[in-house]
């Protein structure tokens, strides 16, 4: 990896362009985010590769490693906020098989289930009730990329992946929230005094670029827990 993103041009079009996305990222709501992305899934992966964002290929490889590469056919995992199913292509890259996706948009549903990569795929906004569909301990791993950010899931979703994790399984997400606007580590922290779940790391690893600041690199963590 380069130890230096400044030297990273875009063209002022594709500067525009990912200039107006990142605005209207971080400026959606729960009301707002499905035409959101509807406007924008054609233009997803452009906007990636704009932003290097790869996050997905960075949590399944960890999360293979973590397992040792063992048995990976039979965990069952839930892709929340699955979008156009780049970690669910990442996972099977990886040797993952039994994988399930869950989305609001009707688009990147569509885009997820062409993938091939998935086996039911649900229409849902997580939130802290239970999410229709979904039974207690149903999933050896809940993953989610991109989805903890500012203006998009909240972290108290974090007890309804403990909720739909099997016990001894894990919940493992990237979380991007450099101005402390989600309070995320009051919910972890929330999480493991009420014993639902042990924190078992959390480190820091590149994200994506940002256009508003010379293309610098931004940071998130990888943050992975075990189910008690």
Same mark, same amino acid.
């Given at each position: 990896?380069?130890?230096?993103?400044?030297q990273h041009v875009v063209s002022e079009e594709d500067k525009k362009f990912i200039l107006d996305y990142l605005e209207r990222l971080y400026s959606v709501n729960t009301e707002t985010m499905p035409k959101f992305y509807v406007d924008f899934a054609s233009m997803y992966d452009?906007?990636?590769?704009? !932003?290097?964002?790869?996050?997905?290929?960075?949590?399944?490889?960890? !999360?293979?490693?973590?397992? +040792?590469?063992?048995?990976?056919?039979?965990? $069952?995992?839930?892709?929340?906020?699955?979008?156009?199913?780049?970690?669910?292509?990442?996972l099977v890259e990886e040797g993952f098989k039994n994988i399930d996706g869950l989305d609001i948009s009707d688009k990147f549903l569509e885009m997820a289930?062409?993938? $091939?990569?998935?086996? $039911? !795929?649900?229409?849902?906004?997580?939130?802290?009730?239970?999410? &229709?569909?979904? +039974?207690?301990?149903?999933?050896? %791993?809940?993953?989610?990329?991109?989805?903890?950010?500012?203006?998009?899931?909240?972290?108290?979703?974090?007890?309804?992946?403990? @909720?739909? %994790?099997?016990?001894?399984?894990?919940?493992?997400?990237? %979380?991007?929230? &450099?101005?402390?606007?989600?309070? #995320?580590?009051?919910?972890?922290?929330?999480?493991?005094?009420?014993?639902?779940?042990?924190?078992?790391?959390? $480190?820091? +690893?590149?994200?994506?670029?940002? &256009? @508003?600041?010379? #293309? +610098? @690199?931004?940071?998130?963590?990888?943050?992975?827990?075990? %189910?008690?």
């Amino acid at each position: 990896m380069e130890n230096s993103t400044r030297q990273h041009v875009v063209s002022e079009e594709d500067k525009k362009f990912i200039l107006d996305y990142l605005e209207r990222l971080y400026s959606v709501n729960t009301e707002t985010m499905p035409k959101f992305y509807v406007d924008f899934a054609s233009m997803y992966d452009k906007a990636n590769a704009i !932003l290097k964002y790869e996050p997905f290929k960075g949590l399944a490889k960890d !999360l293979a490693v973590f397992f +040792e590469h063992k048995n990976l056919e039979n965990k $069952k995992i839930l892709d929340v906020g699955c979008g156009n199913g780049n970690l669910g292509k990442s996972l099977v890259e990886e040797g993952f098989k039994n994988i399930d996706g869950l989305d609001i948009s009707d688009k990147f549903l569509e885009m997820a289930k062409e993938t $091939k990569c998935y086996g $039911k !795929l649900f229409k849902a906004l997580l939130t802290g009730n239970p999410t &229709p569909g979904i +039974e207690d301990n149903s999933y050896d %791993v809940a993953m989610s990329t991109g989805c903890y950010i500012a203006c998009h899931l909240s972290m108290d979703t974090i007890f309804e992946l403990a @909720r739909i %994790v099997k016990p001894g399984g894990y919940i493992h997400y990237t %979380v991007s929230d &450099p101005n402390d606007k989600m309070d #995320f580590m009051y919910w972890q922290g929330k999480l493991m005094k009420e014993k639902k779940a042990e924190l078992i790391y959390m $480190k820091k +690893e590149p994200y994506r670029l940002d &256009p @508003r600041n010379n #293309f +610098e @690199r931004v940071y998130c963590y990888y943050v992975m827990f075990k %189910v008690l």
